[in-house]
């Protein structure tokens, strides 16, 4: 059975914004993961229609990337709603350390946005009725969060998992570790009783064994040679920002690379190269994928 509870909503947001599930309880409403910063508007009004006049209790992050926090801000100023983030974020959310979050790090935007609670690994949440299990889930982001609801056999996968892989392991482009992690959450998953996944990006899906399985295949892969998740990383971040922009000046990609942090890091322990050569390569890369067209003398998003 694929179907959700009629109490559980997935808004099925792309890859600029994260999916956003929406928890519908008799008595209380919650939402994990906002979106980005750009779509927080749309995201507003999607919860809006969703709660048919009802108040947001509670905002719920599984990770504080750009991409699944953009909208808390939005929703705070609306509803006056908790917010909850995983624990080890508290500092830094507490004194809003740009340097610490990953938003300048990666180029990205993100609204200010406060906290009530926290959550860590091993607290229970009832959600929509139903009891969560919250487990730690590193590789992707050290700190992010899967949610886990056994009487459902559902499973908020976050970045962790998706149908055909995970997001960047961006620890190792610091020279961290991260594939060890990711593999140890890939394994974690694998020993939950999982009916449906609610993936970070893309839609939910059934065939959990197979996603593991490609999910293992890729880490593999890349862990073989962690040059390759430093060109993926590359190649998603500017794939990013021509999705928040539509079009980039082909000859601002270079200084737009060399503005991010994580770009820095990850050219000094792996790529090796001017910013003009990699520019030229991620450019070339997107487009070879159709990611990306190149007209005149603009990047434009496809």
Known sequence: MNALPDSIQVFERGWLSSNNIM??????????????????????????????GRHLDQIINTHLHSDHCGGNAILQAHFGCKTSIPVAE????????????????????????????????GDVLTLADKEWQALAAPGHDPHSLIFYCPQEKLLVSADALWENGFGVIFPELDGKSGFAEERATLDLIASLDVRLVIPGHGAPFTDVAGALARARSRLDYLAADPLRNAQNALKVLLKFLLLERQRIPLADVPALLT?????????????????EAVGEWAVGQL???AAARVEGEYLLNE
């Open 90 to 121: 508290a500092d830094k959310v507490r004194h809003w350390d740009v340097e610490a979050l990953s938003f300048k790090a990666t180029g990205q935007r993100c609204d200010r946005f406060t906290f009530d609670a926290t959550v860590a690994p």
């Open 23 to 52: 928890l519908l309880g008799r008595h209380d409403t919650a939402i994990i993961d906002t979106g980005y910063v750009s779509h927080a508007p749309q995201t507003l009004e999607l919860v809006r229609h969703a709660l048919h």
């Open 287 to 289: 487009v070879r994928s």
């Open 259 to 275: 503005s991010m942090p994580v770009f820095a890091a990850a050219n000094s322990n792996f790529l090796k190269q001017t910013p």
